[in-house]
């Protein structure tokens, strides 16, 4: 069985076929709706027609998104150090 799949998937009412991997395929899709959530959200709350603008508004809001997140730590280091440090501690004293 292969590692990839085909799908299809919708953006701005334009079809763009995809081959990706097939664990990718639930994030992609996803990823899609998202942008066309946000697109629906700016042609109701914006004036704005052309799909152009609004692609390049969706990419704006995203990009900032993934700045502000940049710098952060998705995973508490320190409290998952410490945890890790009590199961060698608990293994340790278990061995003897």
């Known amino acids: 069985m292969s590692d990839y799949l085909k799908i299809k998937v919708s953006i701005a009412d334009?079809?763009?076929p995809l081959?990706?991997?097939?664990d990718e395929e639930e994030q992609i899709r996803a990823a899609a709706k998202?942008?066309?959530g946000i697109l629906k959200k700016y042609e109701e709350g914006y004036a704005v027609?052309?799909?152009q603008d609004l692609l390049a508004m969706c990419a704006l809001?995203?990009?900032s998104r993934i700045e502000k997140n940049k710098d952060k730590e998705?995973?508490?280091t320190r409290e998952l150090d410490q945890r890790l440090n009590l199961v060698e501690e608990l293994?340790?004293?278990?061995?003897?």
């Open 74 to 76: 998705l995973v508490d």
């Open 19 to 22: 081959t990706i991997r097939r």
């Open 61 to 63: 809001q995203l990009a």
């Open 14 to 16: 334009r079809v763009y």
């Open 34 to 36: 998202t942008i066309d």
């Open 91 to 96: 293994l340790a004293n278990a061995a003897k």
């Open 49 to 51: 027609r052309d799909k």
